[in-house]
């Protein structure tokens, strides 16, 4: 149902809607924080000893070279190839980044990937 | 003679009918203005996807005499009822659910403070438009640009302003093509040479348990305090949800594919259809372009602002660069805070770090535009 704007003051319209905001995305984070505490498959914390470990902080590739980058890719292609693949553990790993010729006909395609699947 | 009468009589009928009778200068400008975005959709790849049917929509609207908008029923008549009727962008959000990985965002919670922080471009864009005379709803309207979600803002200004929706969709479309430019600057201004060297350990594992229960939840949740927006959120959590419960990879597929596609199509051809000369080529759509460019940044720098006092008050673990993300421009927000992460420091990954305040955004512009809508509609 239609009803008149309750203010038109633009700094009562965004302090309002700002605090909103905030609550609603902050009791997000205690439902999240709930179903994570409620999470019957979770594991369960490791002992003393494993506490004691130094907790992992990416900080492997520290210092580590940029990677040569073939001309004509996009550096935000460069990112996530990167990132993606220091998500698997393997940071600052990237020596350089090079265009797969993708032209030809599809058996020299598939001879091209047989090879790969041999290396 | 009466051949040479019928003649001349059926060509003066043609040309009475024809585009070329009622062409006027504005319809010429709107079509130069529709080869333009083809131009930077097609050559420059600015959002191609969107902005390619959005640029031809437009100039298909600007064609005399097409009946596109009559009484008869016609297919861009149906598709017009698709934005009209606030159909398409929910089923955009059902697409967008179905690719988003929430794992960031449940791994590291507190970044949904960023996705908040972030908003605050929208209403810095909306106290703009009510300074330059547009009214409340307009505004509101406005301002949704900030959240750098192109659905949610054309489903706030169906809803609040359909006459200005053809400029703040290309606004909203266009600004987030631009996003690699704008923030950037703006990311180092505000920044340190040292908050941008910092290091995030690495996010914790998210059980699938996590991963199925939080759209469920946060559906029921969010729906029940903000109605206006159960469409939508509805949408992106059950596209979520078709990817996360691990047996419905068919609809999942769908989802994130066939129909986001479709959908696309005619949520870009639809949107381009408003562009008439009438309602485009006003002083109104600069100003909006000029209010949209303000938002954000305002949004760029409210997350840098609330990711600096995170990084404070956690001791250094959060790099501010990820509050930059809380933009829901998704991913593209969260490759630039990659990519300038990764310029301070060669090998810093921040690509999922970022993705957590990234998605969130998501979250907040929803949640804004249903909290505007309460209050104004």
Not at chain 2, 293 to 314: E, P
Request: glycine content about 10%; some cysteine.
């Amino acid at each position: 149902m239609e009803h008149s704007p309750v203010t038109t003051n633009p700094l009562i319209i965004m302090l309002i809607n700002m605090t909103v905001v905030f609550i609603v995305l902050v009791a997000l984070i205690y439902l999240i924080k709930l179903i994570h505490f409620v999470d019957p498959t979770k594991e369960k914390p490791k002992p003393a000893q494993a506490e004691e470990e130094e907790p992992l902080v990416a900080v492997k590739s520290e210092g580590a070279p940029p990677p040569v980058v073939e001309e004509g890719i996009k550096p935000e292609i460069i990112a996530a190839i990167s990132a993606a693949i220091a998500a698997y553990g393997f940071s600052g790993q990237v020596k350089a980044v090079h265009i797969i010729n993708h032209e030809g006909t599809p058996w020299r395609a598939s001879a091209k990937f047989n090879n790969l699947q041999r290396k | 003679m009466e051949a040479i009468n019928a003649f001349s009589v059926s060509l003066q009928a043609v040309w009475n009918d024809s585009g070329f009778s009622a062409f006027t200068l504005g319809n010429g400008i709107m079509i130069l203005v529709g080869l333009l975005l083809l131009y930077m959709a097609f050559v420059k790849e600015f959002e191609p996807l969107l902005l390619g049917p959005i640029a031809f929509g437009c100039i298909l609207a600007n064609f005399p005499n097409t009946g596109f908008f009559g009484e008869e029923m016609n297919v861009m008549k149906a598709i017009n009822y698709g934005i009209t009727y606030e159909i398409f962008p929910p089923l955009i959000f059902l697409g967008i659910g179905a690719m988003t990985d929430f794992s960031p965002l449940l791994a590291r919670p507190s970044t949904l403070l960023l996705g908040a922080a972030a908003q605050i471009g929208v209403f810095v864009a909306l106290g703009g438009a009510m300074l330059v005379g547009f009214n409340v709803h307009e505004a509101a309207a406005i301002g949704i640009i900030g959240g750098a979600d192109g659905p949610t803002s054309i489903y706030l200004s169906t809803k609040l302003a359909p006459h200005l929706l053809g400029a703040i969709a290309v606004a909203a479309y266009s600004y987030m093509s631009l996003v690699p430019l704008i923030q950037p600057p703006i990311m180092k201004l505000m920044t340190t040479q040292a908050e941008r060297e910092i290091v995030m350990k690495e996010l914790r594992q998210v059980t699938k348990f996590e991963r199925v229960v939080f759209p469920i939840v946060s559906t029921i949740f969010i729906s029940l305090l903000l109605p206006p927006i159960a469409a939508l959120l509805g949408c992106l959590m059950l596209g979520n949800l078709f990817r996360e419960s691990g047996v419905t990879d068919r609809l999942s597929d769908t989802a994130q594919n066939a129909l986001i596609n479709i959908v696309t199509i005619f949520l870009g051809t639809g949107t381009g259809m408003t562009m008439s000369a009438e309602s485009f080529l006003r002083t109104d759509t600069l100003l909006i372009i000029a209010l949209g460019l303000v938002a954000f940044m305002g949004g760029t720098a409210g997350g840098l602002i609330f990711g600096k006092l995170m990084c404070k008050f956690t001791g250094g673990e959060i790099n501010p660069l990820i509050g930059s993300a809380g933009v829901s421009a998704v991913p593209m927000a969260a490759r630039v805070s990659q990519l300038v992460g990764m310029k301070s420091k060669p090998g810093n990954y921040l690509l999922m770090h970022a993705m957590g305040p990234n998605v969130a955004g998501v979250i907040g512009t929803a949640v804004a535009a249903g909290t505007m809508l309460a209050m104004l509609k």
